[in-house]
């Protein structure tokens, strides 16, 4: 009788998600239209909304369809800010509030600003003085983003969530060669460059961007000519460990981390800080675990990884440069950086990864139409609808 139960049982899910399949692939336009908004935005279209997009999509011209679901402001203030707010803390949390990093995140989405620009741009986004009560932006607190996120503020609204640079902000201490996208911003900086040795800036950025965190990058072939002093050669007394695993991840990331040389988040003014042409003390700390490592001068960076095993990263940039700017090029040069960008739209579409070759290869092509396409986010979110749409 019980294996009777199980049979019946593995039978009806079966068929339940049999069902599914063939309903979402024999699904007719004006139910791929409501699917499409769904997943873009999170609630059930208007019936207009709906009948212009069944009509595009019967047209074919769903990109069309998606790009007018995306114009509903719930996409920004519930999707894109769910899309980005992970980015912003070390515990990749959804739960957290606005803040510049990802105030900007979906102000270049909206606005379709190169999205390659994202690790290096003079750039932020900031509330308007009525969208927040006045409350001017400041670089000691969050209450300025916290005020636009309590009141609801439309965020599709241009006239609310508004461009600047980072050097026209009140208190502002970065000059326009120091100014790194969202690398730069309060947030970016309260969450990776506070404390520490910097180490984490370059972790994240990678990790949420590149889509590969340090042990997916172990190289046990690169140069440790940039591991710092600060790192044992030893560690326990077996130098073949140091060979085997610090350097497989040091090597990489002190080259790239001396472009954060100049700058520290103060925890007790609660604000970033830009020390041109002087090295901060945590670059320094420990310096007597292993003398002749590296010692950071200035804000110098080296890529040990563009040849080896990570090359399949697809580097294009310059390999080395000055400053946090010319690293933040780097990594958005990347073509890694272009499918990262998808993989993540695709999972917050699709809700799901991508999975077999089918949707790897709508990953490469979404990517390539990413990179020719003047890197549009807005369009990668429309492309990877459009697939999704019956899958």
Same mark, same amino acid.
């Given at each position: 009788m019980r294996l009777?139960?199980?049979?019946?049982?593995?039978? &009806?899910? &079966?068929?339940?998600?049999?069902?599914?399949?063939?309903?979402?692939?024999?699904?007719?336009?004006?139910?791929?239209?409501?699917?499409?908004?769904?997943?873009?935005?999170?609630?059930?279209?208007?019936?207009?909304?709906?009948?212009?997009?069944?009509?595009?999509?019967?047209?074919?011209?769903?990109?069309?369809?998606? %790009?007018?679901?995306? *114009?509903?402001?719930?996409?920004?203030?519930?999707?894109?800010?769910?899309?980005?707010?992970?980015?912003?803390?070390?515990?990749?949390?959804?739960?957290? *509030?606005?803040?510049?990093?990802?105030?900007?995140?979906?102000?270049?989405?909206? *606005? *379709?600003?190169?999205?390659?620009?994202?690790?290096?741009?003079?750039?932020?986004?900031?509330?308007?003085?009525?969208?927040?009560?006045?409350?001017?932006?400041?670089?000691? +607190?969050?209450?300025?983003?916290?005020? %636009?996120?309590?009141?609801?503020? +439309?965020?599709? +609204?241009?006239?609310? %969530?508004?461009?600047?640079?980072?050097?026209? %902000?009140?208190?502002?201490?970065?000059?326009?060669?120091?100014?790194?996208?969202?690398?730069?911003?309060r947030g970016f900086a309260q969450s990776f460059l506070v404390a520490g040795t910097n180490r984490a800036a370059v972790r994240f950025a990678s990790l949420n961007f590149l889509c590969k965190d340090m042990e997916d990058l172990r190289d046990s072939t690169a140069r440790p000519n940039f591991i710092r002093q600060d790192v044992t050669r030893s560690p326990g007394g077996d130098s073949s460990f140091f060979f085997n695993e610090c350097l497989t991840c040091h090597a990489g990331l002190d080259g790239l981390a001396g472009a954060f040389a100049y700058y520290d988040f103060d925890e007790e003014t609660q604000q970033i800080e830009y020390t041109d042409g002087q090295v901060q003390p945590k670059y320094l700390r420990d310096a007597g675990t292993f003398r002749f490592g590296h010692e950071t001068t200035f804000d110098g960076w080296v890529n040990n990884w563009r040849t080896g095993p990570n090359a399949y990263l697809e580097w294009r940039g310059a390999g080395s440069g000055i400053g946090a700017k010319s690293l933040g090029v780097e990594l958005a040069s990347t073509r890694q950086f272009a499918e990262c960008q998808v993989k993540k739209a695709f999972e917050k579409v699709c809700y799901r990864p991508p999975s077999g070759a089918v949707d790897h290869q709508a990953v490469e092509d979404i990517a390539s139409i990413f990179e020719n396409n003047n890197y549009s986010m807005k369009r990668v979110f429309a492309e990877t609808a459009a697939y999704c749409m019956g899958n």
């Open positions: 009777h139960k199980k049979l019946t049982y593995c039978l &009806t899910v &079966t068929f339940i998600v049999l069902f599914a399949g063939i309903s979402a692939v024999h699904a007719g336009p004006r139910e791929q239209a409501k699917r499409m908004h769904d997943r873009l935005v999170g609630v059930p279209p208007s019936d207009a909304v709906l009948n212009s997009m069944q009509t595009l999509i019967e047209n074919g011209q769903p990109i069309d369809a998606a %790009l007018e679901a995306m *114009d509903n402001p719930i996409f920004y203030s519930t999707t894109l800010k769910d899309f980005a707010t992970p980015w912003t803390n070390r515990e990749q949390s959804v739960y957290l *509030d606005l803040n510049d990093f990802s105030a900007t995140v979906i102000g270049m989405i909206r *606005d *379709d600003v190169p999205f390659n620009q994202v690790l290096s741009g003079n750039i932020v986004y900031i509330g308007s003085a009525a969208a927040t009560n006045n409350v001017a932006y400041s670089q000691t +607190d969050n209450e300025h983003y916290v005020i %636009l996120q309590d009141t609801n503020a +439309d965020l599709s +609204d241009s006239a609310v %969530l508004m461009q600047t640079q980072q050097t026209a %902000l009140p208190g502002n201490v970065l000059p326009a060669a120091a100014t790194a996208g969202v690398m730069t911003t």
